[in-house]
């Protein structure tokens, strides 16, 4: 079907001479009056271009493209105002309210054409654009809303199955190696509720919403239960963590922190370095002064692949890592712009990888 193009005009001849040039490839419908060209603007299938004409009695052109464009179902249309007046001050009177071009009389046919032809591809990518860009606000808006209402449920069912082994612990009849059983079951469980919070969290930071509320605590206490915790982890891939505090004070160890998020920044940080270091290696983790932050590099002899190294802090970005979901060293960057500090990363292949955090040393 012929695209639908609107052209007024109260001067006959100038219709015949516009009907003439555009109808082999537009369905073309005229008016003849101002009031006419809003009342067939408004008919639906709505036309997808109006050529209007700027002199004529009553309304003229520029009342009449204010009056589409305070429409909703008209302000989308493209106008391009036809005047036999060359002059500078009323072009760009047009163009403010609205006009996007303008075809000046006498016509010059294959001009008309072409500016008709530009016009409407544009009007096409535009609502093209428009269109992508609202299913993907409601995708995003439907993703959001099932990751809220699942980690909101998943809580609940585990915060009985978390009462369940305290209340069976304190039965008469339960033997030693049970009790270790249900302990167990109790650290799982706080384990996977400490992430959905987590990740209730990582929501907040993604949206901006995450409230920071920083406190003084020492950075090397958070480091050294990162490293206690990894250490089983650790010798399971026969590596050594080695903790390095290059002489700092404890008063210079002691910075801003919200602890819970610098946990788990590390801990995650820590536990890529011990999965990527080759068996019989070592990770170190250094904690350096650098002006008005402490800088703490995560170091390893694995390197990074190459393809995704400018990529490396994307999310859902990953190199065949088993069980990999892309999320860590992503969150882990969102966990130090949060805090106000920010991560690097350098990798190859003799040298390594290095991550580094880098944390401020004051509130502010």
């Not at 009056?67 to 106008?79: D, F, G, M, N, S």
């Not at 650790?234 to 004070?249: N, R």
């Not at 390893?300 to 990529?311: K, L």
Request: with cysteine.
């Amino acid at each position: 079907m012929k695209p639908k193009i609107l052209v007024v005009d109260d001067v006959p001849d100038n219709l015949r001479v516009l009907m003439g040039t555009l109808s082999d490839d537009y369905a073309v419908v005229t008016a003849r009056s101002g009031e006419e060209a809003l009342r067939k603007a408004g008919l639906d299938p709505k036309p997808e271009l109006i050529l209007l004409d700027v002199m004529m009695p009553e309304m003229d052109g520029f009342e009449v493209c204010r009056r589409l464009k305070a429409q909703k179902e008209t302000k989308e249309i493209p106008v391009i105002f036809v005047t036999a007046v060359d002059d500078h001050d009323s072009e760009i009177a047009g163009l403010e309210i609205g006009g996007v071009d303008y075809i000046h009389k006498p016509f010059f046919p294959p001009i008309v054409k072409t500016r008709v032809a530009n016009h409407l591809a544009l009007a096409r990518s535009r609502r093209v654009l428009l269109e992508r860009n609202a299913a993907l606000e409601e995708n995003e808006r439907l993703r959001d809303d099932i990751q809220r209402i699942t980690q909101h449920d998943l809580k609940a069912p585990l915060n009985s199955i978390l009462n369940f082994p305290e209340l069976l612990m304190g039965e008469p009849n339960i033997t030693d190696e049970q009790k270790v059983w249900l302990k167990n079951i109790v650290r799982a469980g706080k384990s996977m509720l400490d992430m959905i919070n987590h990740s209730l969290d990582l929501y907040r930071m993604e949206r901006g919403t995450y409230q920071y509320q920083p406190d003084l605590h020492e950075l090397d206490k958070v480091i050294e239960q990162v490293v206690s915790d990894q250490e089983r982890f650790a010798g399971m891939h026969d590596v050594k963590i080695d903790v390095q505090t290059e002489g700092l004070s404890a008063e210079e160890l002691r910075i801003p922190l919200d602890v819970t998020l610098s946990y788990s920044m590390f801990s995650n940080l820590v536990k890529n370095a011990i999965e990527a270091a080759p068996s019989g290696s070592e990770v170190s983790v250094r904690i350096e002064p650098e002006q008005d932050q402490l800088a703490i590099s995560v170091c390893n002899q694995g390197s990074v692949p190459e393809e995704i190294r400018d990529r490396f802090f994307d999310k859902l970005v990953t190199a065949g890592k088993k069980n990999g979901t892309g999320l860590g060293t992503y969150s882990a960057r969102l966990m130090a712009l949060t805090q106000n500090g920010a991560i690097d990363m350098k990798s190859d292949e003799q040298e390594g990888t290095a991550l580094t955090v880098h944390l401020p040393r004051a509130i502010g």
